[in-house]
DNA sequence: CTGTGGTGTCATTTA
DNA sequence: GTTAAATGACACCAC
């Protein structure tokens, strides 16, 4: 039922652009509101050009809230696929050689037939062309989508949530997970952002609906090509029919007398159209592409506001964790919280405080992951060198781990985006995205993409089983693996979210300042749910959310740590997220901050402490089921706090769920109404190609007039009178020789005058 | 005060 | 049968 629906709808979409294209006009529009509305909200009134104006890249998109972090570790996986296998859904595709056409036709066109090269089968030759040269230009569209990406996460109300947070529900909790998988999406968005959808299972992240509409809606594209390269066919074929003689015989003859070649062929659809093209869209894909780098550059500084950021927070963090594992000696001895203490207990044994850099992304390590473990360790082992260590080697291995080390990428990798815009897009258009064997390759291809040193740490069995792991714990480990001690372990996730986050917003802003597309949409999205599924508008809530002063009551440091990171404010472009960010802010700022963190607590995260629930609700509610149902069992429960639990859970996944539906369906309505548009670009330059044709074959025409006119000026009959045209018709014999023929039917045939017309020789 | 958008939650369906 | 995910619907809140 939900698929007949699904299709549905989709199909009534299709079939309006179908309409479009055939020339019936359907107002889209109106029934889709403008992209960054839809998006960001009417208030947000971020327009492309604003969008490009930010470069802080401060707008994160609210509502592209990533909750699984299930498939976390597989579509960073895919991510680090992606770098050297280049891959691009076809539906992007289809959009972005919708926005490229000029260029297209520029670059792949430059074999288009002279106009009176081979008459209808040139022009059609032409349009098809021009879908060719479409395809060809695929191999650029990644910049495309990396420079439009960013728009989603340019959302201007993060803090939204919070706002209504603090006034009364406290949902200490939603924050919770939400900022933890917030901070796996900021983490990763650098690097997942540049990551096409992997396995078919996690359709649910690119929808499947998004792909498939827009799998049709190429499908629509092509079609309006080939009808109208018919369409063009059927009026040379009407023209032919028009014409004594065939359009090919026509040519001949202008050929034969004239040097065609010469002329400047005022009709050149092709040509015109290509200049015209080229300077028509000069969309900012073209500054990707010639300087790829130029726009998302600057690893040094992201990288050192991370580092500074991480360091500021990871300290808290830790202290948190340590007081977790003091208090919870029942969690500790669950088997299920084992490898996060592990982690607690060998960054505590291993680093100092102040070494403790790299725990930012221990919280991305699955608590439930055992494998894990020694990776970390190993991580740890590494970043404890020093804290100037050198970033590659700290974080290299976690992005070995998958989304362990968010922030790596950015800082690590360089700037990932350009290298992957180039990679990104040569992979298949087909839709049917390479599925399942992914790990091994992957990681290898990452470790060679990003030249690290890690290769040596790395095996490919590890990454293999690494994969199963993560298949099975999924992100929700991912996500949670360091809060399930206590809530301590989301901080974790704040602090490195909010440095990721900053990290992303110049990321996100210069690829904003090149520009706007569904496709990085699609992308980013891809990657919140590869981080844990938190979308930035989370991530930037974080930057406030985790100066809740209810958190840090009895952390002081905490506290520090909450009033470090203002470097989140200037990203309130919106007035309503510069709202949102006020409230909180100056809230917290008081001395009243106790009070108001009790109303900062989530209504269930309230509930759980008033029962005395012995785990936090991040654990609750991404804990795998049977991980989950070990832990109900491993602690003496009432019914009343297993109910709660149990609705905890269920809130949460569920929130989570909404989230991603509704981050689901703008997308879908976005890749729509950018489909739409490009596909009304191609329609009124398709009609123009039309335009040009027609007027093209009008002139020949005339000068085919003019020279029947010319031929028979001087052809005389055997009495030496001159034979009139409207009498007599030239016809062409196989062999080159022109025939006259009687145009009437009485006098048909017998004056066939072998007049053997060599007019070439004549003139 | 109303409309709109964002978000959380519930109920239900689907895989 | 259970679980997770998806989604429609509703309510609440902020603007």
């Known amino acids: 039922m939900m698929c007949l629906k699904k299709y549905f709808t989709e199909g009534l979409i299709q079939v309006a652009i179908l309409l479009s294209l055939v020339g019936i006009r359907v107002d889209v529009g109106s029934y889709l509101p403008p992209s960054h509305e839809m998006i960001l909200g009417p208030t947000s009134a971020l327009t492309q050009t604003q969008f490009h104006n930010q470069l802080d890249g401060q707008d994160l998109h609210p509502k592209s809230v990533d909750l699984d972090g299930f498939f976390t570790a597989r579509r960073l996986l895919g991510w680090v696929r992606s770098l050297d296998r280049l891959r691009v859904p076809s539906s992007e595709l289809e959009t972005w050689l919708v926005r490229r056409e000029p260029d297209a036709l520029v670059v792949g066109a430059p074999g288009q037939p002279a106009p009176l090269e081979g008459g209808a089968g040139g022009l059609e030759v032409h349009a098809v062309d021009q879908v060719g040269s479409v395809m060809r230009s695929s191999v650029v569209a990644g910049s495309l989508e990396s420079e439009y990406g960013p728009i989603r996460e340019d959302s201007p109300n993060t803090v939204a949530p919070l706002l209504r947070r603090s006034h009364e529900e406290e949902d200490k909790d939603e924050d919770l997970y939400e900022e933890d998988t917030d901070t796996l999406w900021q983490d990763h968005s650098d690097r997942g952002r540049h990551q096409w959808p992997e396995e078919g299972e996690e359709e649910e992240l690119v929808g499947d609906t998004w792909r498939e509409i827009w799998r049709d809606g190429g499908r629509s594209y092509d079609r309006a090509n080939r009808e109208l390269a018919q369409d063009l066919s059927d009026q040379f074929a009407s023209l032919e029919a028009q014409s004594s003689m065939s359009f090919q015989e026509c040519l001949r003859l202008l050929e034969d007398t004239f040097p065609f070649g010469e002329e400047t062929e005022p009709s050149d659809p092709v040509g015109i159209d290509l200049g015209e093209a080229s300077g028509e869209d000069p969309t900012p894909v073209q500054e990707l592409l010639l300087s790829p780098l130029s726009s998302h550059e600057d690893p040094s500084l992201d990288l050192e506001q991370q580092w500074h950021d991480i360091l500021a927070i990871m300290e808290p963090e830790d202290m948190d964790l340590d007081r977790d594992v003091m208090q919870s000696g029942s969690i500790q001895s669950s088997s299920l919280m084992d490898p996060v203490h592990q982690d607690v207990s060998l960054q505590q044994a291993i680093l100092p405080r102040s070494s403790q850099d790299s725990y930012p992304f221990n919280p991305s390590f699955g608590g439930s992951v055992p ?18 260590f050198d970033f590659n080697l700290t974080f290299g291995p976690s992005d070995l781990t998958d989304s362990a080390l968010p922030l790596a990428l950015n800082g690590t990798v360089g700037n990932p985006m350009p290298s992957i815009q180039s990679s990104l897009f040569l992979e298949e258009p087909v839709l049917p995205s390479p599925l399942g064997s992914l790990l091994d390759d992957a990681l290898l291809d990452e470790l060679s993409f990003q030249g690290l040193a890690l290769e040596e740490s790395f095996n490919p069995t590890q990454a293999s089983q690494l994969e199963e792991e993560l298949d099975s714990d999924s992100g929700l480990s991912l996500n949670f693996s360091h809060s399930p001690a206590s809530p301590s372990g989301s901080e974790a996730s704040y602090s490195s979210s909010s440095s990721s986050s ?18 990085m949409e699609v992308i980013v999205e891809r990657e919140e749910g590869a981080v844990g599924g938190y979308s930035p508008e989370v991530s930037k809530m974080c930057s406030t959310s985790y100066q ?8 002081p440091w905490l506290e520090q740590v909450g009033h470090d990171h203002t470097y989140n404010q200037p990203r309130a472009t919106s007035p309503r997220q510069g709202n949102s960010l006020k409230l909180p802010k100056s809230r917290y700022s008081k001395p009243y901050e106790h009070d108001i963190s009790d109303k900062l607590w989530g209504r269930d995260e309230r509930r759980a402490r008033t029962m005395k629930i012995p785990f ?38 569920n929130k989570m769920a909404a989230q991603n539906c509704r981050r689901r369906k703008l997308d879908v309505l976005f890749g729509l109404e950018e489909g739409v548009e490009g596909l009304c670009r191609h329609k009124a330059r398709l009609l123009k190609e039309k335009a040009e044709n027609l007027r093209s074959v009008r002139e020949m025409k005339q000068r085919l007039s003019g020279l029947y006119q010319e031929v028979f000026s001087r052809l005389r ?24 023929a009687t145009r009437n039917g009485s006098a048909s045939e017998q004056n066939c005058k072998p007049h053997k017309k060599q007019k070439d020789g004549k003139k």
Do not use: M
Not at 378 to 385: E, I, P, R, T, Y
Not at 548 to 554: C, E
Not at 625 to 647: C, M
């Open 371 to 388: 494998l894990e473990a020694p990776l970390q360790l190993a991580l740890l082992s590494q970043s404890s060198s020093g804290p100037d």
């Open 502 to 519: 900053s990290s992303d917003s110049s990321v996100f802003s210069e690829e904003g300042a090149v520009g706007y597309s569904s496709d």
């Open 548 to 555: 809740k002063p209810g958190r840090f009551n009895n952390l």
């Open 616 to 653: 936090s609700n991040d654990l609750i509610v991404n804990l795998p089921v049977e991980e989950f149902n070990e832990l109900l069992t491993k602690h003496r429960l009432s019914e009343a706090q297993l109910n709660l639990i149990r609705d905890i859970r269920r809130r949460g996944k």
């Open 717 to 740: 009959d055997e009495q030496g009178r001159p034979l009139l045209a409207t009498d007599y018709s030239l016809q062409f014999g196989n062999d080159g020789q022109v025939l006259l």
